[in-house]
């Protein structure tokens, strides 16, 4: 993603700049996704989750890592004032209206921009002072009154453990008690071999009734061998449910403060269990599971690495390496085909046939296996649409600046996964689709006024899985596609023949043709003749497909349909003639046999009666000029791909197999037709059919009438 | 990998050192060491009973004939394409190219795999290999006509003429 970006530039990057953009891209993509999440939070008027500012904090404190690593000093220094805001945050000392923290956004944003100018020559100057200007302001907006620390006095806690409490966890004290939450003192000693695991054990169901907020020892009257902790939790629950459900031995739970929230009826105080003898080890030193997000802001260095290495626990992978690991995948489900032919051999013959049938065996729990391989493999390479979906609403934002309306995005099906390869490539034309619904589908505010539509505009984006394919629809609730407009503009642009006959749907489809734009003069948006045409090639190349329905007034869908992945596909193998083809089999919707005398012919196109609908036929050997085998019956093939159906006449239904498709080398680039070819164990390589633009020009051949 | 049908050179484990026992004998294997400045090594193959010849580098691997899978919507002369060690390569018929009869294949028949940037590895059948030439510059003069342009220069060996294609041009299908 980030070699990406950078290729387009003049002045190339060093290694090193490239490194660590693609560190730090993934670390801001992360804050992104958190800072929406806050924003989300604080406008819903619930408590902001701790550990979700916590998580911002992280991220800040890594890219700040990160940036002093490299040498980037303004970029350090900014990251160093998004950690200051953040820490104040999470502490307390900065409440959650702050106008500081409509700064973070931008923070990011300068980020992001910072990296993109990465190796230009005035770059370090530039940064220097839109840093310092940025810093400036978030200094000044962080000139606010902290909360004062007010006094936990009231409360009935050993004053020696209410000093140990870090200043993050007074806050969460203070915020608990705010919430009207019942705050407990849980009291509980361990062997002192195994105190880790009791501890760990104990918070952890202790977190599944309310929240640790601090975990301290208290050596006071425990014998030798054992260690006391004191474990102070807020809780939802009163002091006698918590009782119930915490079922440990060695444990004593308290009542510290009765919460509000619920009148409290277990309001009893064992104030005698309380030891105030010894003074409570500073935290810092406690052998404690903490609260594991929680985090010293004033670390010394070697603890700060130490953060930095143990905030995610995943690997980044360059896409190529899983790439070669699914090509490895993909050959040795070819060599496990190979044996199975073996096998198929060895039974033939009568003296062999005992060792071909344990081959065989043996043969079908390896492919079990490599499937399981497989999936795993492809489950590396899926990224949820959530990250895609966040750029868009980022383009959005700007919009709604540039053109003054006021568009509400909504997206559904985040969390619909896509192969990393296909959802990168899904980027610009995703950001296409939405600039045109910005532009010339929602109207402007006084428009929708005056026809009574809310001021307010949406655009619906919702992901969604179906079998093989990934479907992302943009349904806008703007003035509509004229179909007649599209058509009288085509034909001034000469896109179509004046006297051709076109449906309506037809007419719409237009607006995919290369040089199509509706807008008289070139608009910063959108408009210059190149976006529908770049959505469809764009998605033809990945084997998908765009289709628009329209209806004037109310509004445009754009249906994206595209495959989950490309890496390993099911092809069914057909033969015509002497050759052999394969089509991916997620584009297959069934396979009939026919008879010939079955095919009905219309204004010398062929055409089947399915199950009372009329369905298109192609045959393949015309497609690709191979001489058929004269047959009287015919397999059918019907593919499908969005709402568009054909079927493909072949002689023979051959099987079905896993395949990588690999493109083809040499003189000839690209053929129409062909999405790239497999090699298949012994017998050679077969070429595979792209669905897409067969399906397309089979269309377009019928519609040419 | 196919299993050879003949035993041209005897190796099993690759078709490569055809080829390099062909380099290694032209070259006089530690047969003189006072040689002639070598300034071009071709590689010798036989079209139509006539020499030709391309440079060496350009040459990944000498393979046998095998099972060719047809392709549609290309120029006749790329006559389909095979796979190679997992890789799929397009394979041009030197004769059709070049214009020549065409005859069916022999037991000599061979593909020549060249290297190719940019997914442009491709293999070109000939009918025969014959050996590696190392010449130097001034046995080579420019043709003066050639087969439409695919013969840029001609190569004096003994008594006769090799005839040296011009890759670049023979291979530029995607603009004839």
Redesign the interface.
Same mark, same amino acid.
């Given at each position: 993603m980030a070699a990406k970006k950078t290729k387009r530039k003049p002045a190339r990057p060093s290694k090193a700049d490239l490194e660590f953009v693609a560190e730090a891209e993934e670390i801001l993509e992360r804050m992104r996704e958190e800072l929406a999440d806050l924003a989300d939070q604080r406008s819903s008027g619930r408590e902001v989750d701790p550990d979700l500012v916590n998580g911002i904090f992280r991220s800040a404190h890594s890219l700040k890592g990160l940036a002093g690593l490299f040498g980037f000093e303004a970029m350090g220094k900014l990251a160093h004032h998004l950690e200051d805001v953040l820490d104040s945050l999470r502490l307390g000392r900065l409440s959650m209206d702050s106008p500081a923290l409509n700064l973070l956004d931008e923070s990011v944003e300068l980020f992001s921009r910072l990296m993109q100018r990465l190796g230009k020559s005035n770059f370090e100057s530039e940064a220097q002072s839109s840093v310092e200007e940025l810093v400036a302001r978030i200094e000044a907006s962080l000139q606010q009154p902290a909360v004062s620390s007010d006094d936990f006095k009231t409360l009935d806690l050993d004053p020696s453990l209410l000093r140990a409490l870090t200043e993050y966890e007074e806050h969460r004290l203070r915020e608990n008690i705010n919430r009207g939450r019942h705050l407990l003192l849980v009291d509980s000693t361990f062997e002192i071999v195994a105190f880790e695991e009791g501890l760990s054990e104990l918070s952890g169901a202790i977190r599944e009734l309310g929240e640790v907020v601090s975990t301290l020892p208290s050596p006071g009257e425990a014998p030798e061998s054992q260690i006391r902790f004191s474990l102070l939790v807020a809780s939802d629950l009163s002091c006698s449910e918590v009782t119930e459900r915490l079922d440990f031995p060695d444990t004593n739970i308290r009542l510290v403060i009765a919460g509000t929230a619920e009148a409290s009826k277990a309001s009893h105080v064992a104030p005698e269990t309380q030891d105030s003898s010894t003074p409570s080890p500073p935290v810092a030193d406690a052998p404690v599971a903490k609260q594991p997000s929680v985090e010293e802001s004033k670390a010394d260095l070697s603890a700060g690495i130490e953060s930095l290495k143990s905030i995610s626990d995943t690997v980044r992978v360059d896409i190529r390496k899983l790439d070669e690991l699914m090509?490895l995948v993909g050959?040795l489900v070819i060599h496990r085909s190979s044996i199975a032919g073996i096998a198929e051999r060895l039974a033939a013959d009568s003296t062999t046939r005992r060792a071909a049938g344990e081959l065989s065996k043996a043969q079908n729990s390896l492919g079990r296996k490599l499937k399981e391989l497989q999936a795993s493999v492809l489950d590396v390479r899926m990224v949820p649409l959530r990250q895609i979906f966040e750029k868009l609403s980022r383009v959005a934002r700007r919009l709604q600046r540039d053109l003054g309306k006021t568009v509400n995005l909504k997206f559904d099906g985040v969390d619909t996964e896509l192969d990393k390869l296909i959802a990168e490539k899904l980027v610009d034309p995703l950001m296409h689709v939405v600039r045109n619904s910005f532009d010339h589908g929602i109207e402007s505010a006084e428009e929708r006024a005056q026809i009574g539509k809310s001021a307010e505009g949406t655009i619906r984006i919702e992901a969604y899985q179906r079998g093989n394919h990934v479907v992302i629809q943009i349904e806008d609730d703007g003035r509509g596609i004229d179909p007649t407009l599209v058509r009288a503009k085509a034909e001034s642009l000469g896109l179509v023949d004046r006297d051709a006959i076109l449906t309506d749907k037809e007419c719409l489809a237009l607006i995919f043709a290369p040089g199509f734009s509706m807008r008289d003069e070139v608009s910063g948006t959108s408009g210059r003749g190149v976006g529908m045409d770049v959505v469809r090639s764009n998605l033809s190349d990945m084997g998908g497909i765009v289709d628009v329905t329209s209806k004037l007034g109310r509004g445009t869908t754009l249906t994206l349909t595209l495959p989950i992945t490309l890496a390993i596909i099911q092809a069914l193998l057909v033969g015509v003639g002497k050759?052999?083809f394969a089509i991916p089999l997620n584009s297959v919707l069934e396979t009939l046999l026919i008879d010939c005398s079955e095919i009905q012919n219309s204004e010398e196109k062929e055409i089947l009666n399915l199950r009372g609908e009329p369905l298109h036929l192609r045959r393949l050997s015309d497609?690709?000029? @191979?001489t058929p085998s004269d047959e009287d019956r015919q397999y059918v093939v019907v593919l499908g791909l969005g709402e568009l159906r054909i079927g493909l006449l072949v002689d023979r239904l051959e099987g079905q197999l896993d395949t990588v498709i690999?493109?083809?080398? #040499?003189?000839? &680039?690209q @053929?129409? #037709?062909?999405a790239? &070819? =497999?090699?298949i164990g012994d017998r +050679? &390589? %077969? !070429?595979v059919i792209d669905v897409s633009s067969v399906i397309e020009d089979a269309l377009r051949r019928r519609d040419a009438a | 990998m196919t299993v050879r049908d003949t035993g041209l050179s005897g190796s099993l484990d690759g078709e490569t050192p055809e080829w390099e026992r062909l380099a290694r004998g032209a070259s006089g294997y530690g047969v003189s060491e006072e040689e002639p400045e070598i300034l071009r090594e071709l590689l010798v193959f036989v079209l139509n009973d006539a020499p030709y010849a391309i440079a060496v580098e350009r040459v990944r691997e000498i393979i046998r004939l095998?099972?060719i =899978?047809?392709?549609?919507?290309?120029?006749d002369c %790329?006559v +389909? %394409?095979?796979?190679l060690r #997992?890789?799929? %390569?397009? @394979? @041009?018929d030197g004769r059709m190219r070049l214009g020549l009869e065409l005859t069916p294949p022999t037991r000599r028949s061979r593909i020549i795999i060249l290297h #190719?940037d940019d997914?442009?590895? =491709?293999?070109i059948v000939v009918d025969a290999v014959d050996e590696v030439l190392r010449v130097s510059e001034h046995d080579i003069a420019p043709a003066t006509t050639g087969h439409g342009g695919s013969v840029v220069e001609l190569c004096k060996r003994g008594d006769e003429f090799v005839s040296i294609i011009d890759l670049d041009y023979v291979? $530029? !299908? $995607?603009a004839n």
């Open positions: 090509n050959e050759q052999r497609e690709f000029g @191979v690999k493109s083809i080398q #040499g003189p000839i &680039a @053929v129409r #037709g062909i790239g &070819a =497999t090699e +050679g &390589a %077969v !070429l | 095998r099972e =899978t047809p392709m549609p919507r290309v120029p %790329v +389909g %394409v095979v796979a #997992g890789e799929i %390569v397009q @394979v @041009v #190719g997914n442009r590895v =491709t293999g291979l $530029d !299908l $995607d």
